[in-house]
């Protein structure tokens, strides 16, 4: 099955993207060096048959930052993948070019596909339980004419990755390696496969809670040690507005609704596929609190009102795909800073090791340790009103 081809390097152009002015997003200072496309990109782009890209829809999926959206403008590609952010980073590299928005169109991970594309063009995710649901979803509008393409760093394309394909698609063969990447080539035969369910459930531990979860969820199979901790210090007695920051499947927010019977809660996440396991939760778990909940697919806190939360639950992440950054969670305190109103607070948990309490404590003026173990910290800042000049 994993057999090679042969691949002329010398035919493949040092920057593909070398034209385009393509930046990640958000934008900040420790992030504008990263470079918004990688060499599965380029790989991709000088492979796919042009051809093919002139008679039919081209579907690409997991497009990162918009990178191949860009690329392949004019042929009015459709984006389908489980990235809020990654629309936006689409939408604003689109902007940077000068390129129409119009020309490219975007599926979420929860909408199922319909036309049938003459090119798919894949980015390798890093969850294979994402990759699983997203052959699955091709198997409804893919044809034996459809051209289908993967591509991904080697080391993160294995001998299960492969056969993923050939078990769901049909024949799959790979290319040399390239930059340290690999392309997947797959012919589709429809071979038989048994029903797919793309939800996995399990008891949540000391309540009767069942919670389901979509496949690109964090800690899909089971509650992480990190939310366990976290659940056990929680704030209570809140009223107003809280928020679930980062939601995943929303096992933070339900012991919110729990603990502040009196609140709204908003559950909101970049994945579209968190933001849904968080809504099948509260409806299978806590159906008499659906009306005063929120659930929302958006970047941090974005197009939130200033001053208009009381409580802030989150466990912010450290990377960003495959790079290793804080500039997320520092997004995510300034959001909150902002949207908290005075007294509201902000409550998180973190490694040990990355060191929020002094980012919280530049930031809000306090912070205060809750809890810790030999893994986690629990902190909390409050939002105080500004201290005004002195005449």
Not at 63 to 77: I, V
């Amino acid at each position: 099955m994993e057999t090679v081809i042969n691949s002329d390097e010398s035919e493949l152009a040092p920057s593909v993207f070398a034209h385009l002015s393509l930046a990640r997003y958000p934008e900040f200072d420790t992030a504008s060096s990263l470079q918004a496309w990688d060499a599965a990109d380029e790989y991709l782009i000088n492979t796919v048959d042009q051809q093919k890209l002139a008679q039919g829809p081209v579907l690409l999926l997991n497009d990162t930052f918009g990178a191949l959206a860009c690329e392949l403008h004019q042929y009015h590609p459709v984006s389908y993948g489980d990235s809020y952010v990654s629309q936006l980073a689409t939408l604003r590299n689109l902007q940077l070019n000068n390129l129409s928005a119009d020309n490219v169109s975007f599926i979420d991970s929860v909408t199922p596909l319909s036309a049938k594309p003459a090119v798919v063009l894949i980015k390798v995710p890093k969850a294979l339980a994402l990759l699983e649901q997203q052959l699955y979803a091709l198997r409804e509008v893919v044809g034996e004419d459809t051209q289908i393409i993967a591509a991904g760093k080697t080391r993160d394309i294995h001998t299960s990755t492969l056969q993923l394909f050939e078990k769901v698609l049909g024949p799959t063969h790979t290319s040399l390696a390239w930059k340290k990447t690999r392309l997947i080539f797959c012919q589709f035969n429809q071979p038989q496969v048994a029903p797919f369910n793309e939800l996995v459930s399990w008891p949540l531990d000391g309540t009767d809670y069942l919670i389901h979860n979509y496949p690109n969820v964090f800690s899909r199979t089971s509650l992480d040690i990190g939310a366990r901790f976290f659940s056990e210090h929680l704030p209570s007695g809140l009223t107003g507005t809280l928020v679930d920051l980062g939601c995943g499947n929303g096992v933070l927010g339900l012991g919110l609704l729990e603990q502040n019977p009196e609140a709204e809660v908003i559950f909101r996440d970049e994945s579209f596929m968190a933001v849904e396991s968080s809504r099948l939760n509260v409806e299978k778990n806590r159906p008499q609190d659906i009306e005063r909940c929120f659930f929302e697919a958006d970047h941090s806190l974005a197009n939130v009102e200033r001053n208009s939360l009381q409580g802030i639950v989150c466990n912010p992440p450290f990377h960003q795909h495959h790079s290793v950054t804080d500039y997320i969670a520092w997004q995510m305190f300034n959001d909150a800073k902002r949207c908290l109103a005075i007294g509201g607070e902000l409550r998180i948990i973190g490694n040990r090791h990355l060191g929020y309490h002094q980012k919280l404590k530049r930031l809000f003026g306090n912070c205060e340790l809750l809890a810790s173990n030999k893994k986690f910290v629990i902190l909390r800042s409050v939002k105080a009103p500004r201290k005004s000049r002195q005449s």
